[in-house]
């Protein structure tokens, strides 16, 4: 599949100029990382095209506006405010580099890293507030409220010998992250659905106890004898199983929720941009200065919560 998508995905490709071929693979991919049942919706393929489409042009432009590229040397490291902000001394990054899991692999196949490579660095920004010490003029300000940043968890993905293919790949995992979120969304539905008609059965049960049992006395029913409380119970079940969609369409829903999440990719998956003042100590200021740094960095984020700091690099060979 991965070779599949390098030809969707290649350079200078928009949404609208992908070969028909192609499009339906992506179809079917989205299809099979979502509910494989969708295929027994009729024209599934033509009511998913438009928003597979979409989202193949959002992607290819997502991944395009992330840069410039930043060195990940410690070499660099005194000169370089990105760097200084992400890692907190030259070690830490050094110490990065020898002991991250995908690097060490690449590390480790014939040629390695004799050209360098290029993989997406992803952390957490951290902030927290804690009390210390600030000037005003001459004077020491003890207890000051500051809010310290730090960036933690870092990883590298998509680990390769050069740009282009980093790219290709972060493409793909753009778009599968989109039929992630259709398909936890789709899990959701399912599980509420499931829920439901368990209740309806268990009340239906219940009712059906209760009529036969002349409103009571029966053991099995708990002593309840509100027949008409249950069947407004019952009568709302059933309005929200039928707000979500009736047996027989189930399938058209799941279909309906893959073509929205694809079709309005943007609003589930996008980058955004961040400046932080930060002085050396990590802490943030309102302005910049000799003693705090100016940076701009990208933000990974969706319709889940995430956000993720997110930085094309380069490795040095």
Not at 19 to 25: C, G, I
Not at 213 to 225: A, H, K, L, Q
Request: net charge positive; aromatic share 6%.
């Amino acid at each position: 599949m991965l070779r599949f998508f390098q030809s969707i995905f290649r350079r200078g490709t928009k949404g609208g100029a992908v070969p028909d071929a192609l499009v339906n693979k992506a179809i079917e991919r989205a299809v099979d990382g979502t509910d494989p049942w969708i295929r027994a919706v009729f024209s599934y393929k033509k009511k998913l095209r438009p928003a597979v489409v979409h989202a193949i042009g959002h992607v290819i432009a997502l991944v395009d506006g992330t840069g410039p590229i930043l060195p990940l040397d410690p070499q660099s490291y005194d000169n370089n405010a990105n760097l200084r902000t992400y890692f907190v001394t030259a070690s830490e990054l050094g110490n990065f580099l020898e002991h991250e899991p995908n690097l060490a692999q690449l590390r480790g196949k014939r040629a390695g890293l004799q050209h360098g490579a290029t993989a997406l660095l992803l952390m957490e920004k951290r902030e927290r507030l804690m009390l210390g010490a600030s000037l005003s003029g001459d004077v020491v300000l003890r207890d000051v409220p500051q809010v310290t940043v730090s960036f933690e968890g870092h990883r590298l993905m998509d680990l390769n010998g050069n740009e282009e293919e980093t790219r290709y790949q972060l493409k793909r995992r753009a778009y599968d992250h989109l039929l992630r979120i259709a398909l936890g969304r789709i899990t959701e539905l399912k599980a509420k659905r499931g829920n439901l008609e368990k209740h309806r059965t268990l009340l239906n049960s219940k009712l059906s106890l209760l009529q036969r049992g002349g409103f009571g006395f029966d053991p099995r029913s708990g002593g309840e004898t509100d027949v008409a409380g249950l069947e407004n119970k019952l009568a709302e079940i059933e309005a929200q199983l039928l707000a979500m969609g009736k047996d027989d369409k189930m399938l058209e829903v799941y279909l309906g929720v893959v073509a929205d999440v694809l079709g309005r990719a943007e609003e589930y998956l996008w980058v955004g941009k961040e400046t932080l003042i930060v002085d050396r100590m990590g802490v943030k200021r309102k302005e910049a200065g000799a003693d705090a740094r100016e940076v701009t960095f990208d933000v990974l984020c969706d319709a889940e919560g995430r956000r993720l700091v997110a930085a094309l690099v380069s490795i040095p060979a």
